[in-house]
C-alpha cells in the first residue's frame, strides 16, 4: 500500500542558504507551536564547526503536519561523507527539497549530496530562498540549478522538477515571482502533491532498516529507521540482523518505540509501513541491522560502512602549561568522552594503547578526525594529537597497500595550474578535468590518502579560498612509494614505508620549519637537499618543545604553545644519533631513513 498520511523527505542545503530558518517556519506553521511559544532550540542548528567549514555532520529529524499529512524532514549531512553517511539517510526518503539562495545560486558544496540523491531517481523540489533580498537574481539561479542538475545526469523527470520561492526569513512560499506572498502553504502543497507517498506491505513480515542512531544519556543507544514492510509494535518479539553478518541473529523484545514530532520524539505504540520510527532498549542496535519479524529474518541489503582509513594518538596535555586552556584534561575524561562518541559515529574507532594517557582513533579521513578535535576543544576538554597516519593493510601475498581517496575540486581556471602541480607532487593522478558550474573548473583525482594529509591548508592558501574540495574513500591500492614534495618552495617533506620518519612542517606565519617524530619539534630553515643521498640541510634557527598541537595533525594548523626555546645541544637529545649526520652551530644535517 501507499501511506498517503506520509511524506519522508531530505532536505539539501549549503550553510547559510536558510534550512533551518525555513524548517522552523514550516514547524510553526504546522501548528506544533501554540501562538505564545518560541522555537526554543533551533531545529537543524548546525554547530560552528559546521558553519565554518561548510558541512552538516549529523542528521537530524524533524516532522511536521499539513492536513492530514505527517512530514518527516531528514537533514542531511553536507559534503564530507563519513562513511556512507548520505547514501543512508537517502534511503529513508521518497524526495528531497533542494535550498537555494536566490542571490548566491547553487553552491558546489551541495553537489555530493545532491548527486547521490538523482542517483537515487529521487525526485526534487527546488527552493529558492530568500527571494526577499534586494539582489536577488531568482531566474539567474533557476537556470544555474538546471545547469548543476545536467551536470549531474539528473533524469528527464528530475529536471522538469517544481520551482518555489521562498523567504523563509518572512515566512512565505510563492509558486510564481508575481504571486502576493501569504504563507508556506505552497510549499507545503507542492510536497504533498510531488513526494512521493511511502510504500510497503503491511501484510508482510516485519523490516526496519536501521539507517541512524541517536545516543540519550538516559536510554542509550537508539536505532532510527524507516518501516519498509508489515508493522512494529510495542512488546513484539522480534530478530535483529545485519545483511553481513547473517548468522549472528539476536532475539529481543521491542520495549520502546517513538515517532518524530516537531522537535520531539513521542512514545507510540505501533508503526506502520512508511514511518520513520525509533526505537530504544536494544543495547547493541547498529547501523545496517534490520529488525525483522521473529518467523521472518530477512535483513535488508546495505552498504557495508567504509573502514577507517587514518589514526590520530590523543594524548594527555602532560606539559607544564597543562590546564590552562581547557577544563577536562585528565586520561579518564578524555577516555570517556571519545568512547562516547562512538554510540553515534559508526566509522570511528577508539582503542587503547600501551600508554595510559594516549588512546588511539581512527577515522575516515583528516576532516572526520579533525572535526572530533575541534568539537572536544570546544566542550572544553584541553588534550593534544599526533599527525594524523594512514592506516595500512597487507594483501595474501604480503604486499603493502594504502587506502586511496578520489578528490574532486572545483576551481576557478587560474588555480588549476598550482593544484594540480600540489597533487601530483602528493602522488594525485588527474583523472578528468572539465568544466564545472559557472566559472569553476573541476579536476578528479586518485590519490593516497596520505598525501592528502596536511594538504587542505596548502589548497585553501593556494586558490585564495576560493576553491571547493571533497574527496571520497576507494579503496586500497598498492602502496604507491614515497612521496616528496616541496611546500612554499622551501619544505620538503617525505613519508617512507609504513610510518612517517621525519616530517618537516611549516609554520607559515614564520617561514620556519618544524621537524621531529611525535611531539618533538624542532625549527630550521631547509637549505638544501642532497641529490645524490636525500640528505636534507637545515639551518637550526632554534628549537622548541611542542606542547599542544592545536589541530589535527593537519600541518598548517601546528601552533607552538607555549613555545620555550631550547639550545642546540637540549634539542640534540631528542634526536636518534644514527639519523644524524652533522652537526654544527648553525645547522644539523639528517639522514632518510628508509624504512623498507
Ligand atoms: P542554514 O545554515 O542553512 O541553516 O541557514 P539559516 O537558516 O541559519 O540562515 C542563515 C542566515 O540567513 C540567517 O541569518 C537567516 O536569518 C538568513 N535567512 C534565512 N532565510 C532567509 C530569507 O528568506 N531571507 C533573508 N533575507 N534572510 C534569510
Do not use: W
Amino acid at each position: 500500500i501507499k501511506r498517503e498520511d506520509i511524506r519522508n523527505i531530505a532536505i539539501i542545503a549549503h550553510v547559510d542558504h536558510g534550512k533551518t530558518t525555513l524548517v522552523d517556519e514550516l514547524l510553526k506553521q504546522s501548528g506544533v507551536f501554540r501562538e505564545n511559544q518560541e522555537v526554543e532550540e533551533r531545529v537543524m542548528d548546525s554547530n560552528d564547526i559546521e558553519r565554518e567549514r561548510g558541512i552538516t555532520i549529523l542528521s537530524k529529524n524533524t516532522a511536521v503536519y499539513y492536513k492530514n499529512t505527517k512530514i518527516n524532514i531528514i537533514d542531511t549531512p553536507g559534503h564530507a561523507d563519513f562513511g556512507g553517511e548520505v547514501e543512508r539517510v537517502l534511503k529513508m526518503v521518497n524526495g528531497v527539497i533542494l535550498v537555494v539562495d536566490a542571490f548566491e545560486g547553487p553552491m558546489p558544496q551541495t553537489k555530493f549530496v545532491l548527486k547521490k540523491a538523482l542517483e537515487l531517481k529521487l525526485p526534487v523540489i527546488v527552493c529558492i530562498n530568500k527571494i526577499d533580498r534586494p539582489e536577488a537574481r531568482p531566474d539567474d539561479v533557476i537556470d544555474e540549478t538546471l545547469e548543476l542538475f545536467m551536470d549531474l545526469d539528473a533524469s528527464d523527470e528530475q529536471l522538469d522538477c517544481p520551482f518555489v520561492y521562498a523567504s523563509a526569513k518572512a515566512g512565505y512560499a510563492i509558486l510564481e515571482l508575481d504571486d502576493s506572498p501569504q504563507n508556506m502553504t505552497p510549499l507545503f502543497e507542492t510536497i504533498l502533491e510531488y513526494i512521493p507517498a511511502p510504500e510497503g506491505d503491511p501484510d508482510a513480515p516485519t523490516q526496519v532498516l536501521i539507517s541512524t542512531i541517536d545516543y540519550n544519556e538516559y536510554v542509550g543507544r537508539i536505532g532510527v529507521g524507516k518501516v519498509d514492510n508489515g508493522t512494529l509494535c510495542v512488546n513484539q518479539e522480534a530478530i535483529v540482523v545485519n545483511h553481513h553478518e547473517p548468522d549472528k541473529q539476536r532475539k529481543v523484545k521491542i520495549s520502546k518505540l517513538y515517532e518524530f514530532d516537531g522537535l520531539n520524539k513521542v512514545e507510540v505504540k505501533e508503526a506502520g509501513v512508511g514511518s520513520i520510527v525509533a526505537i530504544s532498549g536494544i543495547s547493541d542496535i547498529a547501523i545496517g541491522d534490520t529488525i525483522c519479524s521473529s518467523d521472518a529474518p530477512n535483513p535488508i541489503p546495505f552498504q557495508k560502512i567504509s573502514e577507517p582509513t587514518i589514526s590520530m594518538q590523543f594524548k594527555v596535555n602532560d606539559s607544564p602549561f597543562a590546564g590552562q586552556e581547557g577544563k577536562f584534561v585528565t586520561s579518564r575524561h578524555l577516555r570517556d568522552r571519545l568512547f562516547r562518541e562512538l554510540n553515534t559515529d559508526v566509522s570511528l574507532r577508539v582503542e587503547d594503547t600501551d600508554d595510559m594517557d594516549s588512546f588511539k582513533v581512527s577515522g575516515r579521513g583528516e576532516l572526520h578526525l579533525s572535526v572530533l578535535v575541534e568539537n572536544m576543544r570546544r566542550e572544553g576538554y584541553e588534550f593534544a594529537v599526533s599527525k594524523a597516519e594512514v592506516l595500512y593493510k597487507h594483501d595474501e601475498n604480503g604486499k603493502l597497500l594504502e587506502p586511496m581517496e578520489l578528490v574532486y575540486i572545483d576551481v576557478p581556471d587560474e588555480f588549476t595550474g598550482v593544484v594540480i602541480d600540489k597533487l601530483s607532487q602528493r602522488k594525485g593522478e588527474l583523472q578528468n578535468m572539465g568544466m564545472s558550474n559557472g566559472a569553476y573548473t573541476r579536476l578528479e583525482f586518485s590519490i593516497p590518502s596520505r598525501g592528502l594529509i596536511g594538504y587542505r591548508g596548502d589548497f585553501l592558501t593556494d586558490t585564495k579560498g576560493n576553491g571547493i574540495m571533497n574527496t571520497s574513500f576507494d579503496g586500497y591500492a598498492p602502496y604507491k612509494g614515497d612521496i616528496q614534495y616541496r611546500k612554499n618552495g622551501s619544505l620538503i617533506a617525505f613519508e617512507t614505508g609504513e610510518a612517517l620518519t621525519y616530517g618537516l612542517f611549516s609554520a607559515q606565519e614564520r617561514g620556519t620549519l618544524f621537524i621531529g617524530p611525535g611531539e618533538r619539534v624542532y625549527s630550521g630553515m631547509v637549505v638544501g637537499q642532497n641529490a645524490k643521498t636525500d640528505d636534507i640541510e637545515l639551518n637550526v634557527c632554534k628549537a622548541k618543545h611542542l606542547t599542544n598541537t592545536r589541530a589535527s595533525g593537519s600541518d598548517e594548523a601546528l601552533r607552538l604553545s607555549p613555545p620555550r626555546i631550547l639550545s642546540l645541544e637540549e634539542a640534540l637529545d631528542f634526536i636518534d644519533t644514527d639519523e644524524l649526520l652533522e652537526v654544527t652551530p648553525k645547522s644539523l644535517r639528517i639522514r632518510k631513513k628508509i624504512l623498507d
